[in-house]
Structures are given as structure tokens and as C-alpha cells.
């Protein structure tokens, strides 16, 4: 008996297997197919290799050997799709061989995230393809506009491309002229193009769903029986038709006398390849896309199932020729009634790409999953050099282990931290964080509804509209994983500097942002106003639709979650109320903007939960990962060791940004606490005194290496050096909750509660006073002037003024100023200015500067973002604070609506209320105003530190 598949090649079709897996070659079935059913070559694409990775174990072994070696997630995706495509090419080399590289090709697609970047798509296919080094193997290219290019170039440099994601005649002849140029090019060039093997992969079925879906709604929209018939007779035509206009594009092209000057060097037409031709709609046959579209110089991919039912059921025929004039009538008809098909083949285009980059991304988070488990573990990762004060951390973990203080962490007794009643209210109602991992990972669903609904709806932008704690993990998380294909792209916006809020105005449509106002309380002053001048903005383009590109997260019954009601947002996330800000990166509020930029939110709480797991209850205190940190940093600043000192390479250089927040708030309070330091680069130990704790937090297989040699030398020369070393960014979940846990131990042992921030209303307070005084008199009374000269001003109170001795030139009150830090320490510089990196660099150079010259730790923060953090143990902490505050005029203001006053105004009245609060204190203060030029201000700075005669390490100053 005959195999109609072995048939189809006399009517010059070949056809191909649109899978592949392990199995395929484990069990003999290719080489049986490629021996029985005359199976001529194989397709692949990111689908079936997520279905075929995740769907076995037969690639476990190699994912673990790979990432035991330290491989990647996309360095083992390689690895593994390059043997299966060589494994597959090998056993159909004899037929690529015996029919002068005719057919017997197996086709790798380059990434789909690539699909728009023509730069990106020729380095990967030129990698792969030298990789898998195979004449039969053939690299696929998506049919984008960005592909177009790639494609010719390609060509041109001799690579066999199949080109895939084909739906519309248009782009098919486009797909053409794209090869014939590379054949051309080559031609002119001298090179051989004879063995060049292309096929254009035109999809079939995918026509007919989405014609289909419309043709039906149209059907029942119609009430004439007669009109009902004749849209129901379109359905399951246009795919057919379709797919014959393009053969007859085909046949037009290569048969021209263009084609035909390369055929004479040798070239080989560009087949057209039938894909995506199993039958969607179980009314039609199941063979409907085979023997509709069997003709010469033609492919046809099948997956499984169809080279079963054709083998099986198949009537070979030379249909695709047949009707060819008739094609046109489809789309006639299609036309007449309203169906816009260019919309349709567009659409198919755009919902390609997108599905095969969904398939891409989840197979690369099902590889990392898989290489996660494999890795070393959380305490593997965790080294701990300590030196002469191992002893110490020794007792304050037996200290831990005889009060049972993990145990009673977890069964959330405020009594570990205070006695006081007030106390225990607050702590029992900030606990939540401890369990809410397990809480969230419920809403991983819910989440992932809401990120597609967003994404659905065709939103550029998402931005969170908080402060600390409400949008820090954000911004962590954006800085860390930077904008995901087709997701919004998440921005945070935590300033009330006019130029901030401009910067932001710039670069999103508010017509098509997502808004995300993120407070805790509800009614704090920043978020309030940015949401009121936003919903404004998009007011006047939305009307009253506005609410639609608007969500809250805030605690239950806030007057956020009101007004948001009020205002029809699309989504109120109600967060847990017995989650403190800084405790809630975990919760909706780190977790809903991380879904909705695309982030993998599954891996993250996974992470997270592997390091709850490292910190339960059951966990003795000597080996509990987040106890131990505690441990070490209560007993190092019992010791004097109190500046936490954190190097964060990239990727993950933001962590900084949140720990701060977590550490200062939570521990600088009643005169006590420790400082975090972070972003100040690395230096020679010589310019650190005995006060520092190092704190290396990297990820491995990226720049950690850089750094051994210097924290090394620290280590040397006596400073404790801590090192956790990260698989992969997506520890960044283990990361937030050990330090969740890691800074309340630590608070126990230094004796506060961590969970209140008493000073923060202080400052918050002050600047309703001033903001209250602005609006009654039009004005804000302003610092005595202390000097002023070539562009800056410099400001105190009357306390500070004397303290300066009489300065008269800026000059010399910012090195009277730097003469008054002391041993032990910490230099903060506070700017309410705008960040750009020239800005930023500058203000990182005056803090490298005054470090190296007064050898003390030194922070920066930019203002009013650091209010809501460090501002806690500026006033709340140690009397060790040097403060530097740095203001400039506003080249443009921003109103706010239904306010007297504007951002600008807002800005000062916060710069001044927190200046007052460090004044009240006593505080070692100055405010520097830059006036209108702020890198000039800088720079005037930096040369003033740089001037400061200087101090030699733990120096006493006086
Ligand atoms: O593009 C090629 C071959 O070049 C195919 O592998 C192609 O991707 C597949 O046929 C389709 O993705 C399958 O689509 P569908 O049947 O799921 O609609
Ligand atoms: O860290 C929290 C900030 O002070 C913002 O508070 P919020 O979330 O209540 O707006």
C-alpha cells in the first residue's frame, strides 16, 4: 500500500516535522519517520521547545550539569536547543547530502525577543549557526520589518534562513525581495550561491481563526437567512486563499528573469512553507491545510497529530494550483463586509511575536527554575569574615538562642523588643511581613490576570507614584530588570523637585500610562499630589475615563482607597495593614508593579520563600541566614562598628536604595542606631576608620570578581566583610527578606523597637507649618545667610553660624564645616535637587572627596526620598550626623491643582521643615543653595573639599 506521505513528494512537496523533542531521537522515531514516511527536514520553534523542556525530564540531567558549571539560564537554553538541532541534522544529513542540499534541514529560531532588533537578530543567527556549524541547518528569522533587513543580510553572508511568521502576501514578496537581494549581493560579491537554502514559512490556520471569529460574530449579527449563508460559506476560506495568492506571488517572482540570472549561478528558489497548518476548528477536516496547498517547489511543516491523520486518511491531489483565479473573490467578499483583513494579517504578525516571546520567556523561567535548584543554597552563599570579633558574634547568637528570641519572632511577640504597652501596639500590628510571602504566592494568579489585562489594554508606561517604602523595592526592581518586551515600562516617580516631575512629564503619555499610587497610609503629602496633578493631566485627555489608567495600593479604609473609588480607578490593591512600609516589599506593593513591567513575579516569591525557610523557627540561631546577619551587625555596632558598609555591583546596585530605608528607619531612633552606607564606592582601607562593617552583596558569573582584591585588602587589614553572592538577580526575593528579618534581630540587640519611626511625622509636621505659612503670607522665611559668593549660598542656623568661626566666603564654610567631623562619624549629604548622571556624579565625587579627605563614612540622598528612610535616623540616631544639605533654584516650577502653592514650593517647605528638625537637635548642619547652576554649584563644591587639608584615618578631629 502506498504512504500518502511518501506521495506528496511526487507533486514536488516536501514535508517536514513541525516538532521536536528528545524523545524524538531516543526513541528511533525520527530516523524511523525519516525512513518510512519519506519525512524531508524539521521545524522548530520557541513553543515546541517550551513544550518539549518542560514537558520532560529528558533534559533535566544536562540543565544541572550546565548550571552546576556555572552556566546561565540562556547560556543552558543554548545548550540545549544546539544539540537537539545537531542531534536532528545529523540524522537527516545523508538525504541533505544526497539531494545537493535540497531538503533535509532543521530549523532553530533566533530569539523572539529579538524580533525587533535587525542588529541583534544577525549577531544571534551568525552565533548560532556557527555554533550548530551544519550545512542542513537552517536559522529562522521572525517577518517583522526589523527581520526584513536581517534577512537579506544574512543571506548575503551565506547562512540558510527559513523565515518565519509569514501571514500576509504583502510581506511574503517583501520576504522575497529580501533574499533575492542577499542572493544578489553575494553574486557581486564573487561568492558561491548554490548551496543557499531558504524557505519563507507562510502561516495557514491562524488566517482562518481570526477571519472565522469575525465572520461569526458577523453571522449573528445578521437577520436576513440569505446574508447568514453567505458569510457562513466564507468560513475556513480565507487561510486557502491566501496561502494560493502568495504561490502565485511565488511563481511570479521566481519565475522572472531576474530569478532566473541566479538561477543560472546556481541558486535555488525560496520555497514557500506551509506552517501552522493543523486543523484549529474541529468542523473542518482534519488534513484540510495539507490537501488544499500540495504543489511544486513546496514545504509543508506538520506537527504529529496531521503526519498521523495524513498518513493515515491523506488523498493526494495538485490542488494548490487549482481555483489560483479565484483566491481574489475571498477577499473581495471579506472586504464587503467590513473585515479589514491587512488588519487581520497585521494583527497575526504582532500576536506571533508576542506568543512565541510568552513561550520564550517561560521557558527561560522554567530553565532558571531548574538551574535555581541545582545551585548552592542560601548559607553555601554566605561568607562571613569577622576576625578579632567572631567572639562577639558568637554570644550575641548564644544571647539570642537563651532568650529563644527566633522562636518568639515567629510567633510574633512584641515582647522581644519592648515592654512598653504603646510599643507592643505598634509591633503587633507590623508583623504581617513575616508570612505574607506565603499569602502572596496565592495572588501569584490574580497578579499575573492583572499584568496581562494591563498589557492588553496597550499601556507604553506604568509609573508608581509613592515614597520609601511604597515605591523603593519598585525602584529597585525597575533599576534591576529594566524594561521587559512588551510590558509597560516602569518608572517611579518619588520627588517633588519640579525638574523630577518634569523629567517623568516627558517621557510618558499620559493617555497611555498606567498610574500606580502606592501609599500605605493614604494621606501622605508627596503621593497625594502627584496623583492629584496626574489624574488631572489625564483628565483633560481621557474625560472621565480617566480612572481607567489608575490603581491604588493602600491599606484597608484609607482615604486613598476612597478617593480611588470615588474616582472609578481600575483596580484598588488593599495590602495587609500589618505590614509597615519598609517591611513591604513582599506584599502588593513591591509585587503589583514588579508583575506589571513583566517581572517574574513566581521566581521572585519563590526566592523569597527559600529564604523564610533559611530563617525558621526551627532554625538554631548559628545557622539561621537571616538571624546570623542580625547577629553580626547588632554585635559590631555594640562594638562601634556601626556603619554598614554595602557594595553592590550591577546589576543589582539599587539594593542599596531599599536596605538603607529598612536599616536607618528601623534602627535610628532614642540616640542608638546603625548607618547604612550605600553607593559609596570602594576605597583604599586606609581612608576607613574602625567603624565599618562591609557588606558585599553580588551576583554570580558577573563583575564580582573586581572587587575580591579589594575586600580582601578590607578583610586585611581587620574590617569585618560579609559576602552573599546571588545565583542570579532574581535573589533578589531571598535578599529582601533576610534583611526583613536579618534588621529586627539586630534591633533587639541593640535595644530598640524596629518597627516605629517617631521623628519621620516630625519633619512631615514641620513642612504642613511652613507650607501653612506660605499659604497665609505668600512667602517661607529662610535660613540666616551665612556666605555667599561666585554662585552659592551658604545657610545655618544661628548654633551652626557660630560654630563656623566667622567664615565669610563659601569656600571656607564648607571646609569649616568639614573641620567639625569628628572620629566615628558619618557625612550625609542631602540634595533636594533633581538626578541626571552628570549631577549624580558630581555628588557622588564630593562624597568620594570628603571620605578620602576626612576619612568618615559619608552618605548621599536626594531629597524628599530620603525623608522617608534615612531622615528617621538623621534625627532619631547617634549625634554623628554631618549634614551637607544642598537646594537649588527651580529653573521651571510645577502647579499643582487646587493648591496655592506648587511642586517647588512644596520641595522647599520640605528642605526647610527637615533642616529645622536637625536644628532643633542640634544637629552639625549646613545648607549650600546652588542658585541656578547646579553642576557649577558642584563643581564649586568639589573643589572646596578637595582644598580641606584632610585627616588621617580614625583621626579625632575637633
Ligand atoms: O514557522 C514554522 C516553520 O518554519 C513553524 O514551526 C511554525 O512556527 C508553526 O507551524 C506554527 O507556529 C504553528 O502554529 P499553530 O499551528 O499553533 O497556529
Ligand atoms: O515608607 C513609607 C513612606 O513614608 C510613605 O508612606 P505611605 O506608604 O503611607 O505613603
Redesign the pocket.
Given at each position: 500500500m502506498s504512504n500518502p506521505l511518501i506521495e506528496l513528494h511526487s507533486f514536488g512537496q516536501s514535508v517536514w516535522l513541525d516538532q521536536i523533542e528528545r524523545a524524538l531521537f531516543k526513541t528511533g522515531k525520527l530516523a524511523k519517520l525519516i525512513k518510512e514516511d519519506g519525512l524531508r527536514g524539521m521545524t522548530s520553534n520557541p513553543t515546541i521547545f517550551e513544550k518539549a523542556i518542560t514537558g520532560s525530564s529528558d533534559y533535566q540531567e544536562q540543565i544541572d550539569r550546565a548550571a552546576r558549571d556555572g552556566k546561565t539560564g540562556n547560556e543552558i537554553y543554548e545548550e540545549v536547543v544546539i544539540d537537539d538541532i545537531a542531534h536532528a541534522a545529523d540524522l537527516f544529513r545523508p538525504l541533505y547530502d544526497s539531494t545537493n542540499g535540497e531538503d533535509g534541514f532543521v530549523s532553530l529560531e533566533v530569539s523572539p525577543l529579538l524580533a525587533k532588533n535587525t542588529d541583534g537578530t544577525i549577531r544571534e543567527a551568525k552565533t548560532l549557526f556557527s555554533r550548530l556549524n551544519r550545512p542542513n541547518v537552517m536559522i529562522k528569522v521572525p517577518a517583522t520589518e526589523e527581520g526584513l533587513p536581517a534577512i537579506e543580510e544574512l543571506i548575503a553572508s551565506g547562512l540558510n534562513i527559513n523565515v518565519t511568521l509569514i501571514f500576509s502576501v504583502h510581506r511574503y514578496e517583501e520576504v522575497a525581495e529580501a533574499y533575492i537581494r542577499g542572493l544578489e549581493r553575494r553574486a557581486q560579491a564573487g561568492q558561491p550561491i548554490d548551496r543557499i537554502g531558504s524557505v519563507a514559512s507562510f502561516f495557514v490556520s491562524r488566517i482562518d481563526s481570526a477571519v472565522d471569529k469575525q465572520l461569526e460574530a458577523l453571522e449573528k449579527e445578521a437577520t436576513d437567512p440569505a446574508k447568514k449563508q453567505e458569510i457562513h460559506a466564507l468560513r475556513g476560506k480565507a487561510a486557502i486563499a491566501n496561502a494560493k495568492l502568495a504561490y502565485a506571488s511565488f511563481k511570479r517572482i521566481f519565475e522572472s528573469p531576474r530569478f532566473e540570472a541566479l538561477k543560472r549561478k546556481g541558486a535555488r528558489v525560496q520555497r514557500p512553507l506551509w506552517a501552522s497548518t493543523s486543523t484549529k476548528d474541529p468542523s473542518y477536516p482534519d488534513v484540510l491545510y495539507v490537501t488544499e496547498l500540495i504543489g511544486p517547489h513546496t514545504v509543508n511543516t506538520l506537527p504529529p497529530a496531521t503526519v498521523d491523520a495524513w498518513r493515515d486518511h491523506g488523498v493526494a491531489g495538485a490542488h494548490l494550483e487549482k481555483d489560483m483565479d479565484k483566491a481574489p473573490d475571498v477577499f473581495a467578499k471579506l472586504k464587503a463586509l467590513g473585515i479589514d483583513f491587512n488588519k487581520v494579517t497585521d494583527k497575526l504578525t504582532t500576536d506571533g511575536v508576542r506568543s512565541f516571546s510568552a513561550s520564550f520567556v517561560d521557558l527561560m523561567r522554567a530553565i532558571e527554575q531548574r538551574r535555581e535548584m541545582s545551585l548552592p543554597g542560601i548559607k553555601e552563599r554566605h561568607v562571613s569574615a569577622l576576625g578579632k570579633y567572631e567572639g562577639d558574634v558568637q554570644a550575641a547568637l548564644q544571647e539570642l538562642g537563651s532568650k529563644n528570641v527566633i522562636q518568639r519572632f515567629w510567633n510574633k511577640e512584641a515582647a522581644v523588643w519592648s515592654a512598653d504597652a504603646g510599643d507592643q501596639k505598634i509591633i503587633n500590628n507590623a508583623l504581617g511581613w513575616l508570612t505574607v510571602t506565603d499569602l502572596m504566592q496565592g495572588k501569584v494568579k490574580e497578579l499575573k490576570a492583572f499584568a496581562a489585562e494591563v498589557q492588553a489594554a496597550g499601556f507604553k508606561h506604568a509609573v508608581v507614584l509613592?515614597?520609601?517604602?511604597?515605591s523603593l523595592c519598585p525602584e529597585v526592581l525597575r533599576q534591576t530588570f529594566g524594561k521587559q518586551l512588551d510590558y509597560p515600562e516602569l518608572l517611579v516617580l518619588d520627588s517633588t523637585v519640579p525638574a523630577a516631575v518634569l523629567a517623568i512629564d516627558k517621557q510618558i503619555d499620559p493617555a497611555k500610562t498606567l498610574f500606580i499610587v502606592?501609599?500605605?497610609?493614604?494621606?501622605?503629602t508627596e503621593?497625594q499630589m502627584f496623583y492629584r496633578y496626574y489624574f488631572e493631566k489625564t483628565k483633560q485627555v481621557l474625560g472621565d475615563k480617566a480612572g481607567q489608567n489608575f490603581v491604588a495600593i493602600t491599606d484597608p479604609n484609607t482615604q486613598l482607597e476612597s478617593e480611588a473609588k470615588r474616582d472609578g480607578f481600575r483596580k484598588v490593591f488593599t495590602n495587609m495593614a500589618d505590614i509597615g512600609?519598609?517591611y513591604s516589599a513582599l506584599s502588593y506593593f513591591g509585587m503589583v508593579p514588579f508583575t506589571v513591567m513583566g517581572g517574574d513575579v513566581d521566581s521572585l516569591l519563590r526566592r523569597a520563600k527559600a529564604a523564610m525557610d533559611a530563617c525558621a523557627a526551627g532554625v538554631e540561631p548559628a545557622n539561621n541566614a537571616g538571624a546570623k546577619i542580625g547577629a553580626i551587625l547588632g554585635a559590631l555596632a555594640r562594638k562601634g562598628r556601626d556603619k554598614v558598609t554595602f557594595v553592590t555591583p550591577p546589576p543589582i546596585s539599587s539594593l542599596g536604595l531599599w536596605i538603607e530605608?529598612l536599616i536607618a528607619?528601623s534602627t535610628g531612633k532614642h540616640g542608638k542606631g546603625i548607618v547604612p552606607i550605600s553607593g559609596e564606592s570602594l576605597g583604599d582601607p586606609k581612608v576607613y576608620g574602625d567603624d565599618r562593617v562591609f557588606v558585599y552583596i553580588g551576583v554570580s558569573g558577573t563583575n564580582g570578581a573586581n572587587y575580591e582584591a579589594q575586600l580582601q585588602a578590607l578583610e586585611q587589614a581587620g574590617h569585618p566583610v560579609l559576602h552573599h553572592v546571588l545565583n542570579s538577580p532574581i535573589d533578589l526575593g531571598e535578599e529582601f527578606f533576610l534583611w526583613e528579618f536579618a534588621t529586627p534581630i539586630a534591633g533587639e540587640l541593640i535595644g530598640i523597637n524596629p518597627f516605629d519611626q517617631p521623628n519621620?511625622q516630625e519633619s512631615k509636621d514641620n513642612t504642613k507649618r511652613i507650607l501653612k505659612e506660605y499659604t497665609d503670607t505668600g512667602k517661607i522665611t529662610q535660613l540666616p545667610e551665612v556666605a555667599e559668593g561666585d554662585g552659592l549660598t551658604v545657610l545655618t542656623d544661628e548654633n551652626n553660624r557660630k560654630a563656623l568661626n566667622g567664615v565669610s566666603t563659601p569656600d571656607s564654610a564648607i571646609t569649616a564645616h568639614l573641620g567639625r567631623v569628628q572620629k566615628g562619624d558619618y557625612f550625609a549629604i542631602t540634595q533636594y535637587i533633581e538626578e541626571t548622571p552628570e549631577i549624580e556624579s558630581l555628588v557622588q565625587q564630593i562624597r568620594t572627596a570628603v571620605r578620602d579627605k576626612a576619612c568618615v563614612a559619608t552618605t548621599t540622598g536626594y531629597g524628599p526620598r530620603f525623608l522617608?528612610s534615612t531622615g528617621q535616623l538623621h534625627k532619631g540616631g547617634p549625634d554623628s550626623g554631618v549634614f551637607l544639605q544642598l537646594i537649588s533654584n527651580d529653573a521651571q516650577d510645577v502647579p499643582l491643582p487646587g493648591e496655592k502653592f506648587t511642586f517647588g514650593v512644596l520641595k522647599d517647605a520640605q528642605a526647610l521643615g527637615d533642616f529645622e528638625s536637625l536644628s532643633s537637635r542640634g544637629r552639625r548642619a549646613i545648607r549650600v543653595n546652588l542658585g541656578n547652576n547646579i553642576v557649577g554649584g558642584l563643581k564649586k563644591i568639589l573643589a572646596a573639599v578637595q582644598q580641606f587639608e584632610g585627616a588621617t584615618a580614625g583621626a579625632a578631629r575637633k
Amino acid at each position: 500500500m502506498s504512504n500518502p506521505l511518501i506521495e506528496l513528494h511526487s507533486f514536488g512537496q516536501s514535508v517536514w516535522l513541525d516538532q521536536i523533542e528528545r524523545a524524538l531521537f531516543k526513541t528511533g522515531k525520527l530516523a524511523k519517520l525519516i525512513k518510512e514516511d519519506g519525512l524531508r527536514g524539521m521545524t522548530s520553534n520557541p513553543t515546541i521547545f517550551e513544550k518539549a523542556i518542560t514537558g520532560s525530564s529528558d533534559y533535566q540531567e544536562q540543565i544541572d550539569r550546565a548550571a552546576r558549571d556555572g552556566k546561565t539560564g540562556n547560556e543552558i537554553y543554548e545548550e540545549v536547543v544546539i544539540d537537539d538541532i545537531a542531534h536532528a541534522a545529523d540524522l537527516f544529513r545523508p538525504l541533505y547530502d544526497s539531494t545537493n542540499g535540497e531538503d533535509g534541514f532543521v530549523s532553530l529560531e533566533v530569539s523572539p525577543l529579538l524580533a525587533k532588533n535587525t542588529d541583534g537578530t544577525i549577531r544571534e543567527a551568525k552565533t548560532l549557526f556557527s555554533r550548530l556549524n551544519r550545512p542542513n541547518v537552517m536559522i529562522k528569522v521572525p517577518a517583522t520589518e526589523e527581520g526584513l533587513p536581517a534577512i537579506e543580510e544574512l543571506i548575503a553572508s551565506g547562512l540558510n534562513i527559513n523565515v518565519t511568521l509569514i501571514f500576509s502576501v504583502h510581506r511574503y514578496e517583501e520576504v522575497a525581495e529580501a533574499y533575492i537581494r542577499g542572493l544578489e549581493r553575494r553574486a557581486q560579491a564573487g561568492q558561491p550561491i548554490d548551496r543557499i537554502g531558504s524557505v519563507a514559512s507562510f502561516f495557514v490556520s491562524r488566517i482562518d481563526s481570526a477571519v472565522d471569529k469575525q465572520l461569526e460574530a458577523l453571522e449573528k449579527e445578521a437577520t436576513d437567512p440569505a446574508k447568514k449563508q453567505e458569510i457562513h460559506a466564507l468560513r475556513g476560506k480565507a487561510a486557502i486563499a491566501n496561502a494560493k495568492l502568495a504561490y502565485a506571488s511565488f511563481k511570479r517572482i521566481f519565475e522572472s528573469p531576474r530569478f532566473e540570472a541566479l538561477k543560472r549561478k546556481g541558486a535555488r528558489v525560496q520555497r514557500p512553507l506551509w506552517a501552522s497548518t493543523s486543523t484549529k476548528d474541529p468542523s473542518y477536516p482534519d488534513v484540510l491545510y495539507v490537501t488544499e496547498l500540495i504543489g511544486p517547489h513546496t514545504v509543508n511543516t506538520l506537527p504529529p497529530a496531521t503526519v498521523d491523520a495524513w498518513r493515515d486518511h491523506g488523498v493526494a491531489g495538485a490542488h494548490l494550483e487549482k481555483d489560483m483565479d479565484k483566491a481574489p473573490d475571498v477577499f473581495a467578499k471579506l472586504k464587503a463586509l467590513g473585515i479589514d483583513f491587512n488588519k487581520v494579517t497585521d494583527k497575526l504578525t504582532t500576536d506571533g511575536v508576542r506568543s512565541f516571546s510568552a513561550s520564550f520567556v517561560d521557558l527561560m523561567r522554567a530553565i532558571e527554575q531548574r538551574r535555581e535548584m541545582s545551585l548552592p543554597g542560601i548559607k553555601e552563599r554566605h561568607v562571613s569574615a569577622l576576625g578579632k570579633y567572631e567572639g562577639d558574634v558568637q554570644a550575641a547568637l548564644q544571647e539570642l538562642g537563651s532568650k529563644n528570641v527566633i522562636q518568639r519572632f515567629w510567633n510574633k511577640e512584641a515582647a522581644v523588643w519592648s515592654a512598653d504597652a504603646g510599643d507592643q501596639k505598634i509591633i503587633n500590628n507590623a508583623l504581617g511581613w513575616l508570612t505574607v510571602t506565603d499569602l502572596m504566592q496565592g495572588k501569584v494568579k490574580e497578579l499575573k490576570a492583572f499584568a496581562a489585562e494591563v498589557q492588553a489594554a496597550g499601556f507604553k508606561h506604568a509609573v508608581v507614584l509613592g515614597m520609601g517604602g511604597s515605591s523603593l523595592c519598585p525602584e529597585v526592581l525597575r533599576q534591576t530588570f529594566g524594561k521587559q518586551l512588551d510590558y509597560p515600562e516602569l518608572l517611579v516617580l518619588d520627588s517633588t523637585v519640579p525638574a523630577a516631575v518634569l523629567a517623568i512629564d516627558k517621557q510618558i503619555d499620559p493617555a497611555k500610562t498606567l498610574f500606580i499610587v502606592a501609599s500605605k497610609s493614604g494621606s501622605t503629602t508627596e503621593p497625594q499630589m502627584f496623583y492629584r496633578y496626574y489624574f488631572e493631566k489625564t483628565k483633560q485627555v481621557l474625560g472621565d475615563k480617566a480612572g481607567q489608567n489608575f490603581v491604588a495600593i493602600t491599606d484597608p479604609n484609607t482615604q486613598l482607597e476612597s478617593e480611588a473609588k470615588r474616582d472609578g480607578f481600575r483596580k484598588v490593591f488593599t495590602n495587609m495593614a500589618d505590614i509597615g512600609g519598609r517591611y513591604s516589599a513582599l506584599s502588593y506593593f513591591g509585587m503589583v508593579p514588579f508583575t506589571v513591567m513583566g517581572g517574574d513575579v513566581d521566581s521572585l516569591l519563590r526566592r523569597a520563600k527559600a529564604a523564610m525557610d533559611a530563617c525558621a523557627a526551627g532554625v538554631e540561631p548559628a545557622n539561621n541566614a537571616g538571624a546570623k546577619i542580625g547577629a553580626i551587625l547588632g554585635a559590631l555596632a555594640r562594638k562601634g562598628r556601626d556603619k554598614v558598609t554595602f557594595v553592590t555591583p550591577p546589576p543589582i546596585s539599587s539594593l542599596g536604595l531599599w536596605i538603607e530605608q529598612l536599616i536607618a528607619e528601623s534602627t535610628g531612633k532614642h540616640g542608638k542606631g546603625i548607618v547604612p552606607i550605600s553607593g559609596e564606592s570602594l576605597g583604599d582601607p586606609k581612608v576607613y576608620g574602625d567603624d565599618r562593617v562591609f557588606v558585599y552583596i553580588g551576583v554570580s558569573g558577573t563583575n564580582g570578581a573586581n572587587y575580591e582584591a579589594q575586600l580582601q585588602a578590607l578583610e586585611q587589614a581587620g574590617h569585618p566583610v560579609l559576602h552573599h553572592v546571588l545565583n542570579s538577580p532574581i535573589d533578589l526575593g531571598e535578599e529582601f527578606f533576610l534583611w526583613e528579618f536579618a534588621t529586627p534581630i539586630a534591633g533587639e540587640l541593640i535595644g530598640i523597637n524596629p518597627f516605629d519611626q517617631p521623628n519621620v511625622q516630625e519633619s512631615k509636621d514641620n513642612t504642613k507649618r511652613i507650607l501653612k505659612e506660605y499659604t497665609d503670607t505668600g512667602k517661607i522665611t529662610q535660613l540666616p545667610e551665612v556666605a555667599e559668593g561666585d554662585g552659592l549660598t551658604v545657610l545655618t542656623d544661628e548654633n551652626n553660624r557660630k560654630a563656623l568661626n566667622g567664615v565669610s566666603t563659601p569656600d571656607s564654610a564648607i571646609t569649616a564645616h568639614l573641620g567639625r567631623v569628628q572620629k566615628g562619624d558619618y557625612f550625609a549629604i542631602t540634595q533636594y535637587i533633581e538626578e541626571t548622571p552628570e549631577i549624580e556624579s558630581l555628588v557622588q565625587q564630593i562624597r568620594t572627596a570628603v571620605r578620602d579627605k576626612a576619612c568618615v563614612a559619608t552618605t548621599t540622598g536626594y531629597g524628599p526620598r530620603f525623608l522617608h528612610s534615612t531622615g528617621q535616623l538623621h534625627k532619631g540616631g547617634p549625634d554623628s550626623g554631618v549634614f551637607l544639605q544642598l537646594i537649588s533654584n527651580d529653573a521651571q516650577d510645577v502647579p499643582l491643582p487646587g493648591e496655592k502653592f506648587t511642586f517647588g514650593v512644596l520641595k522647599d517647605a520640605q528642605a526647610l521643615g527637615d533642616f529645622e528638625s536637625l536644628s532643633s537637635r542640634g544637629r552639625r548642619a549646613i545648607r549650600v543653595n546652588l542658585g541656578n547652576n547646579i553642576v557649577g554649584g558642584l563643581k564649586k563644591i568639589l573643589a572646596a573639599v578637595q582644598q580641606f587639608e584632610g585627616a588621617t584615618a580614625g583621626a579625632a578631629r575637633k
